[in-house]
C-alpha cells in the first residue's frame, strides 16, 4: 500500500473477462484502500458482476463504456487500425492521457503491444521494447527475472544489453536487489558458444559491469536448466526464445503437478500418505503457483503496461494488478528511462568494439 494511484483496466480481455476482472481488482482492494479503478469494456456485460461480494468497491471505480473488444485471435496490424474503439486502446489511452499511473489487461499479446508502442510510444533510446516475468526459483529471492518473454521475436547485441538495463532496475523494486545479478541464455555456458549477437551482447554487459557505477554484475552465460536455480537475477534473452522456454516450463509444471496428484490418489495408502505430507504439499503448491506472480511488464515504454496470462483467474489477474501498482508507485518507468540515459553511451560503445570471433557450437 501506499499513496493514491488510478489503474486503467482492460475489462474484457481475457478467457474469463469480465468476471475474473471485476473479482479480482475486488480481492486487491480489500487489502489496498488507495487505488481507484477506470474499467473500459461493455457496461452491460461488466455491471452484473458487481455483487455483494464486490461491495469494496463501491466509489472507487468508473465504468467507460466502449462497444468493441479485441478478440484474443485479432492480428496485431488489424488491431491498430481498427481497435481504436475497444476497450484494450481506450485502457492504454488513459495512461496516455494522464488520467492513470498505469494499465492492465489480460488480452491479446500481440495487439496489446502493438496497440502499446503506436499509444505510449518507445522510451528513448529503446528500439526493441520486452516483456519482463518473473520466473520461480529455489534461490534466496525466491524469483528471478526473464525477458523478452515474447514481445519481439528479434533481438541484437544492443537490444539485450538494455534488456539488460531495464530489467535490473525492475529486478531492484521487485526483487530488492541493491546490485543485481545479470546473466544471458545461450545454449551452453562456455564462451565459444551461442550466436553472434548473443556473444557480442555477453562482450558488451561484460565491459559495463567493469564500471564501478554500472549498478549490476555479469555472471556470463546461463542456460535454461538453471533458470530456477537462482543463479542469476536478471536473464536476457529474445522474445522467441523466452516465450520457448517460458512455455516449456508452463508444460513441465503442469505434467508434473498432474502426475503428483494422480500419484498420490492411487490408492488408499498413496492419499494416507498425502494427509502426512499436506504441509509440504500446499508450501510447494504456493511457492510455483504462477497465480501468484501473473503478469509480464512491458519495459521499454514510454508508459506502465502489465499484461495478465490470458486464462487468469481472479487470483492472477490481482496478482497482475497488484503488481501494476507496485511498479506505479516506484516510478519504475521513470527510472529505466534515467537509467537508460545513462547507459545508452556505454552500450553504444561497447557495441562499436570489435565483435567476437564467431566460432562453431
Known amino acids: ?19 475474473s476482472v471485476i473479482n479480482g481488482i475486488a480481492a486487491l482492494a480489500r487489502v ?39 478478440e484474443m485471435d485479432a492480428k496485431p496490424a488489424v488491431a491498430v487500425r481498427r481497435g481504436r474503439a475497444s476497450s484494450l486502446w481506450r ?27 503506436f ?7 529503446v528500439d526493441r521494447p520486452a516483456i519482463a516475468a518473473l520466473w520461480p526459483t529455489r534461490g534466496q529471492r525466491e524469483h528471478c527475472i526473464v525477458l523478452d518473454m515474447g514481445a519481439d521475436v528479434r533481438a541484437d547485441a544492443a537490444d539485450l544489453a538494455k534488456y539488460a538495463v531495464m530489467g535490473t532496475e525492475y529486478a531492484r523494486i521487485a526483487l530488492g536487489a541493491d546490485r543485481p545479478r545479470v546473466a544471458v541464455l545461450n545454449v551452453g555456458v562456455e564462451e565459444t558458444k551461442g550466436r553472434p549477437e548473443v556473444k557480442e551482447a555477453a ?26 536455480t537462482g543463479a542469476a537475477d536478471v536473464i536476457v534473452t529474445d522474445g522467441f526464445t523466452g516465450n520457448v522456454a517460458l512455455k516449456s516450463a508452463e508444460g513441465i509444471a503442469q505434467f508434473i503437478s498432474g502426475h503428483l496428484r494422480g500419484a498420490f ?7 494416507l500418505a498425502a494427509l502426512f505430507a499436506i504441509g509440504s504439499l500446499r508450501r510447494l503448491k504456493r511457492r510455483i503457483d504462477p497465480r501468484r506472480v501473473n503478469g509480464g511488464v512491458f519495459l521499454g ?14 487470483t492472477g489477474f490481482s496478482a497482475a494488478v497488484e503488481l501494476a501498482a507496485t511498479m506505479s508507485r516506484a516510478d519504475v518507468i521513470n527510472r529505466i528511462a534515467g537509467q537508460l540515459e545513462f547507459s545508452l553511451d556505454s552500450i553504444k560503445a561497447a557495441s562499436d568494439s570489435p565483435a567476437p570471433a564467431e566460432d562453431d557450437q
Open 1 to 19: 500500500m501506499g499513496h493514491e494511484i488510478t489503474l486503467s483496466i482492460d475489462a474484457m480481455g481475457g478467457d474469463n473477462a469480465p468476471a
Open 301 to 314: 515504454l514510454d508508459g506502465l503496461a502489465v499484461k495478465s496470462h490470458g486464462s487468469a483467474d481472479a
Open 119 to 125: 499509444c505510449l510510444r518507445r522510451a528513448n533510446g
Open 32 to 70: 489496498d484502500p488507495d487505488i481507484r479503478f477506470l474499467l473500459h469494456g461493455r457496461a452491460e456485460e461488466i455491471e452484473p458482476h458487481f455483487t455483494k461480494r464486490t461491495r469494496v468497491l463501491e466509489g472507487r471505480y468508473e465504468i467507460r463504456h466502449t462497444d468493441d473488444v479485441i
Open 265 to 271: 490418489e492411487h490408492d488408499w495408502t498413496s492419499r
Open 203 to 228: 562482450e558488451i554487459l561484460r565491459e559495463m559491469a567493469k564500471r564501478d557505477d554500472s549498478g549490476f554484475e555479469f555472471t556470463g552465460f546461463i542456460e535454461a536448466n538453471a533458470i530456477p
Open 91 to 117: 485502457a492504454l489511452e488513459s495512461v496516455r492521457d494522464g488520467e492513470a499511473s498505469a494499465m492492465v489487461s489480460a488480452g491479446n499479446t500481440g495487439a496489446m503491444m502493438a496497440m502499446a508502442l
